[in-house]
């Protein structure tokens, strides 16, 4: 196993002049873009492979980053997806660690953190107090524009003006599985996880690019993935959730999903006071009362108030601050969830979730 290159100096630059020195490894670059913290103490492998992050800088709190190295990137031949990671790069621009652990091991690893960073022309950064920098930008909303500054200076980059999903979204249509239910899967930067748990679930998938005309395809279930960026970009597709839920059919939002659906059905959007990022969110379903343990990253939320006057209500609400955490129709099969049922990483209290994408398309089938 290569060992970390001599140690070089690096720095992280906020966009209010703040800066924190650093040693760099991986990529040996600089780059920009918004900085957003994660709460998690393992999944640092899925982490980064989660399109949602794509133009991120991504920070852990967890002080020691690496110490299990990365596992091999392979194929499942059944279905196609890989079987470590949430998509087939790494999608941040950079990554921000307390301690980097250049001596990892673990019987699976094939690589060391920094040699897949550099496979993968990503830099990171190592000695700096994280858990200070997620302080700051907690009190900033939960993020802030920024820059890793090894060689060469760089613009400052805002990725909330960019249509992100076009970069991470797939190009082409493609099937997973041969399953009882047919359902289509918007990819605005669909996690591999989302296919595995509808997979389990006997269930064939047509995963298709974030522009694509769905409308013209016979679907028993529509589901809205998860994807980077600011959802009031997306206007064809929130033209195109509009045309399908006159159909009816049933349709299931996840994270970015659920605000476009919000959108979709005439409510709007807003940026958060303190964003809600990491493992540990915690919700309540208002349906029963229970309460859960959450994955999430994301600066938008739903305004709730804008939609109980069109038949919706609030399905789940986040005990931190109170805010939509979900939404569900009165009266038809439509429903949205702001965090992530699918997990990985994280904790998997919301999988259920699917079962329920399931049972509601069962009971569509049947009347």
């Known amino acids: 196993?290569?060992?970390?290159?001599?140690?070089?100096?690096?720095?992280?630059?906020?966009?209010?002049?703040?800066?924190?020195?650093?040693?760099?490894?991986?990529?040996?670059?600089?780059?920009?873009?918004?900085?957003?913290?994660?709460?998690?103490?393992?999944?640092?492998?899925?982490?980064?492979?989660?399109?949602?992050?794509?133009?991120q800088i991504l920070v852990f709190t967890y002080p020691m980053i690496g110490n299990y190295g990365v596992p091999p990137n392979s194929l499942s031949k059944k279905e196609r997806i890989h079987k470590f990671y949430e998509s087939n790069k790494i999608h941040v621009s950079g990554l921000v660690v307390t301690y980097y652990s250049n001596h990892p091991y673990h019987y699976s690893m094939s690589k060391s953190l920094s040699e897949w960073l550099c496979e993968n022309r990503v830099p990171g950064l190592y000695n700096i107090d994280c858990r200070s920098i997620a302080k700051k930008l907690r009190n900033n909303g939960g993020s802030a524009l920024g820059k890793i500054f090894i060689d060469d200076d760089i613009s400052f980059y805002d990725p909330s003006k960019y249509n992100l999903a076009s970069k991470v979204s797939i190009k082409e249509k493609i099937t997973y599985g041969d399953g009882e239910y047919k359902i289509i899967l918007v990819d605005f930067g669909l996690k591999n996880n989302i296919i595995r748990c509808l997979l389990k679930r006997n269930c064939t998938l047509i995963r298709v690019p974030w522009n694509y005309d769905f409308n013209k395809e016979k679907y028993d279930g529509l589901l809205l993935s998860n994807g980077p960026g600011n959802p009031t970009i997306y206007k064809k597709p929130i033209e195109s959730i509009r045309i399908a839920m006159r159909r009816e059919k049933p349709i299931f939002g996840i994270c970015l999903g659920n605000q476009l659906l919000g959108i979709a059905a005439g409510g709007s959007t807003y940026r958060l006071l303190h964003a809600?990022?990491?493992?540990?969110?915690?919700?309540?379903?208002l349906d029963n009362g229970k309460s859960f343990v959450t994955s999430q990253n994301h600066?938008?939320?739903?305004?709730?108030s804008s939609l109980l006057s069109k038949g919706w209500r609030v399905f789940f609400k986040n005990l931190n601050d109170n805010t939509c955490e979900g939404i569900i129709h009165n009266n038809k099969p439509f429903f949205s969830v702001q965090f992530h049922p699918e997990a990985s990483g994280g904790p998997t209290d919301t999988d259920f979730l699917f079962d329920m994408f399931i049972d509601i398309i069962i009971k569509k089938r049947q009347k």
Not at 276 to 282: D, I, K, L, S
């Open 1 to 55: 196993m290569k060992s970390i290159r001599k140690k070089k100096k690096g720095m992280l630059i906020l966009e209010d002049g703040t800066k924190y020195n650093a040693l760099s490894f991986g990529h040996q670059k600089s780059t920009s873009g918004e900085i957003v913290f994660n709460t998690a103490m393992t999944g640092y492998t899925e982490s980064l492979t989660d399109p949602s992050y794509n133009s």
């Open 276 to 285: 809600h990022r990491g493992h540990n969110q915690p919700v309540m379903s």
């Open 299 to 304: 600066g938008y939320v739903l305004d709730y």
